[in-house]
T-cell receptor, first 115, second 114 residues
Framework: GAGVSQSPRYKVAKRGQDVALRCDPI?????LFWYQQALGQGPEFLTY????????KSGLPSDRFFAERPEGSVSTLKIQRTQQEDSAVYLC?????????????FGSGTRLTVV | KQEVTQIPAALSVPEGENLVLNCSFT??????LQWFRQDPGKGLTSLLL?????REQTSGRLNASLDKSSGRSTLYIAASQPGDSATYLC?????????????FGGGTRVLVKP
């Protein structure tokens, strides 16, 4: 597609529920990033994929967070047993190369609210 | 660990005034520094990217400077317009970062009043 597509746009989850957030990057983009943006703050890095390989998951806040990109295109961020502090906007970005020269395209994000 | 700070957190100016947005970072070993714009409910749009070897970049009414030695970058927006109202984020890419992840500041929320 023309841009990075994220779904759903909004998700309300009851505390303890599992959620899955989807990112459909620009076709052919090698790199895919997930960021978490709390209200009023800047995005914080969660994890990075180069094709299907997850090269950096140092930003995942706990083992309740899991991300995959099995065929090197669509990625899913899964959060198990959601807690209120997980409420945030989850942004996905992709780039053609490794991103050193910029060239990021961000999706519009998924706003997760845990009640 | 790199820390990126943006001051002020919010800024309100009348239309036509020049905007000056500040970004500071603690680790000067950056590969590049980028400025993004974020509109409510939208993703981030890249405005300017400054490589570590550069001192500034310009695009239209936007100019961004970079001073690695002092750990600062400044975004100037000339002759502000109401359409410039948005949140502006700066982000550093570290030389040693795996996967070229971005470290963002907290953003400056700008309101340009007609």
């Amino acid at each position: 597609g023309a841009g990075v597509s994220q779904s759903p746009r909004y998700k309300v989850a009851k505390r303890g529920q599992d959620v899955a957030l989807r990112c459909d990057p620009i076709s052919g983009h090698v790199s895919l990033f997930w960021y978490q943006q709390a209200l009023g703050q800047g995005p914080e890095f969660l994890t990075y994929f180069q094709n299907e390989a997850q090269l950096d998951k140092s930003g995942l806040p706990s083992d309740r967070f899991f991300a995959e990109r099995p065929e090197g295109s669509v990625s899913t961020l899964k959060i198990q047993r959601t807690q209120q502090e997980d409420s945030a906007v989850y942004l996905c970005a992709s780039s053609l190369g490794r991103g050193m020269g910029g060239g990021y395209t961000f999706g519009s994000g998924t706003r997760l609210t845990v009640v | 660990k790199q820390e990126v700070t943006q001051i002020p957190a919010a800024l309100s100016v009348p239309e036509g005034e020049n905007l000056v947005l500040n970004c500071s970072f603690t680790d000067s070993a950056i590969y590049n520094l980028q400025w993004f714009r974020q509109d409510p409910g939208k993703g981030l749009t890249s405005l300017l990217l400054i490589q570590s070897s550069q001192r500034e970049q310009t695009s239209g009414r936007l100019n961004a400077s970079l001073d690695k030695s002092s750990g600062r970058s400044t975004l100037y927006i000339a002759a502000s317009q109401p359409g410039d109202s948005a949140t502006y984020l700066c982000a550093a890419t570290m030389i040693k970062a795996a996967g070229n992840k971005l470290t963002f500041g907290g953003g400056t929320r700008v309101l340009v009043k007609p």
